[in-house]
């Protein structure tokens, strides 16, 4: 997937070599060490570095989150490019147990509501939404908006 929020998440750098279940990344990226705040959210949500583990992970917050119109806009305002399979298939509990563990975050952690439209947007959703799937991509979102905004500061 070109999207830059996959890319954010997945945190690798552009490589040649093909991996199972491996999507885009496009050539100009490059995988950065995440302060420590940011890199405690992301392992909740990934568990480890582990290659498969990500793309999983990765394939059910997009899965969640194209079938949220508020979500999927979301994600489009970061890159409108979306390349990535569809569809991934049913969504099914995760093995690594990322919506239970967003649910663990501290909302102060990662939530800044009215900095932006965009803020605003993933704290609603995460307040108010009934499922947890809804609330944990939300989460995963905002954590990408975050990365984007470190990446930003060190001239990335």
Not at 44 to 57: H, I, P, Q, W, Y
Not at 124 to 134: G, H, N, R, S, V
Request: proline content about 4%; aromatic content about 12%; some cysteine.
């Amino acid at each position: 997937m070109i999207n830059h929020v996959r890319c954010l998440l997945f945190n690798e750098s552009f490589s040649s070599t093909y991996y199972d279940n491996d999507e885009y990344v496009h050539k100009g990226f490059t995988a950065i060490s995440l302060p420590a705040a940011l890199r405690a959210v992301w392992l909740l949500l990934f568990g480890s570095d582990n290659r498969e583990v990500k793309n999983a992970t990765l394939a059910q917050i997009l899965t969640i989150a194209d079938r949220r119109e508020d979500l999927f806009n979301i994600i489009r305002s970061f890159d409108s490019r979306i390349t990535y399979r569809q569809p991934y298939g049913q969504f099914t509990e995760p093995a690594n147990g990322w919506i239970a563990a967003a649910e663990e975050i501290d909302p102060t952690s990662i939530f800044r509501p009215d900095q932006d439209d965009v803020d605003d947007a993933l704290y609603k959703i995460w307040a108010t939404a009934p499922l947890e799937a809804d609330r944990a991509a939300a989460v995963a979102i905002t954590l990408a908006k975050r990365i984007n905004e470190y990446r930003e500061t060190i001239g990335i």
